[in-house]
């Protein structure tokens, strides 16, 4: 008789049990054929099955059929048809991270941290996130009702809202105040982000008297995410060395590490990014960067913790599995996920009723948002609907950056050269 090595005993022994469980699956498949009240397609409870196995991981992982796979790509685009909303699981409720700015969902009076109790009608208690994903897109045109819970509310609210072709800008706006201080929103992070980023910044540069920013504020607020590599990049624009941000998972290949170069770097000028709980994802990672390399300072609320790292596995029938592999962490080793970055400077925003962080944007205003153009605005003809006088966290940001140069004067003087002796 041979003997195994206790390694190779419990390998051994896991694959036994893992075809014994195989086979109870085809017994099962087989009684419920057999005995259901209806007739059963196989490929309807394989497919069951499979959503089964990724709902009981984490409301990030899931199968993609065909048509949510081909949804996926189109999303990464900045274009795609539905209410113009981000949504996740939190303590298996679906919840709103965020509205995007001008979009129906936003003009309908959606809010960051609202829990949708029903879609049309029909309850989300067990509901995938992909399957509510598939129930609020449809044609352009066509209505959707969401009941949702809210913080601040006893009573469920409401809301209809009219599907349309979302066309998301990266750079939503850009403005320049007095004293030469930029302010630039991102609105998501998609393909060309960073591009548009330094397009925005040579902009401002250009109406300054001498090409100059004296300061700058990164408006990063509900702002739900995107692509990583946008992250990475947008990040890079500010840091000329350093770790941006890394990766953990249990398979190798996950593990990755992304730095900062000193090309193309933006001038060390002083900088404030604002961020609410509808910040997630790629915003916190590039907060996270530079709130870590103290680059800027962080004002606001503390972000909503999307830290997780889906990857997508196709499957080679039009088909893939969104996997979540690893997990994001700050350079300093802080996880994102489940706690969010938290400010430097916290600054809740003014009227909390309001959308946080545009408070004085259209609520529950029905504007025309059904059109094919409409909502969505270009970067180059933006213009800023923030004030300062009324955005309570944007005026904290100015204020900060005014501040830095008075003491940034102080300093200066305080290392220059000694005075002369009275005599």
Do not use: C
């Amino acid at each position: 008789m041979v003997a195994l090595h206790p390694a190779t005993g419990r390998v051994a022994n896991a694959a036994r049990k893992g075809y014994e469980q195989l086979e109870s699956f085809a017994r099962i498949i087989s009684i419920v054929q057999k005995n259901y009240v209806d007739d059963v397609e196989t490929d309807a409870l394989i497919e069951g099955a499979i959503n089964g196995v990724m709902s009981a991981l984490d409301p990030h992982s899931a199968y993609l059929t065909p048509d949510l796979y081909n949804e996926l790509r189109i999303d990464t685009r900045g274009r795609f048809g539905g209410l113009g909303i981000e949504i996740t699981m939190r303590d298996d409720v679906l919840t709103i991270i965020t509205p995007l700015e001008d979009t129906p969902a936003f003009h309908a009076g959606a809010k960051p941290g609202d829990r949708i109790i029903a879609i049309d009608g029909q309850l989300t208690k067990g509901m995938s996130l992909m399957k509510a994903v598939s129930l609020m897109r449809g044609p352009k045109g066509t209505d959707v009702t969401l009941t949702v819970a809210r913080e601040s509310q006893v009573e469920l609210v409401s809301m209809t809202i009219t599907r349309a072709v979302i066309k998301v800008a990266s750079v939503k706006d850009i403005d320049l105040r007095e004293g030469d201080y930029g302010y630039v929103k991102l609105a998501q992070f998609q393909e060309g982000t960073s591009r548009e980023l330094r397009k925005a910044l040579d902009e401002l540069r250009d109406q300054t008297d001498d090409g100059v920013l004296d300061g700058l504020v990164l408006d990063l607020r509900n702002n739900p995410g995107g692509l990583l590599d946008q992250a990475v990049s947008v990040s890079d624009a500010f840091l000329d060395a350093g770790l941006i941000v890394y990766t953990d998972g249990r398979v190798q290949t996950q593990n990755q590490r992304f730095y900062a170069s000193a090309e193309s770097t933006e001038p060390a000028y002083p900088m404030v990014v604002l961020v609410n709980r509808g910040s997630a994802s790629a915003s916190e990672i590039v907060a996270g960067a530079l709130q870590d390399h103290n680059r800027a300072v962080v004002v606001g609320t503390t972000t909503f913790g999307k830290g997780s790292v889906q990857t997508i596995l196709p499957l080679g029938d039009d088909a893939a599995l969104r996997l979540t592999t690893a997990r994001y962490f700050t350079p300093s080793g802080r996880s994102i996920h489940g706690t969010g970055i938290t400010p430097d400077v916290e600054e809740e925003a003014l009227d909390q009723g309001a959308h946080e962080g545009v408070e004085d944007g259209p609520g529950s205003s029905d504007g025309d948002s059904s059109g094919e153009d409409s909502p969505g605005t270009d970067s180059s003809d933006a213009v800023s609907s923030h004030d300062a006088s009324t955005d309570r966290q944007l005026q904290r940001a100015f204020d900060l950056l005014r501040t830095w140069k008075v003491f940034s004067k102080v300093a200066s003087f305080s290392d220059g050269p000694a005075a002369p002796a009275v005599p």
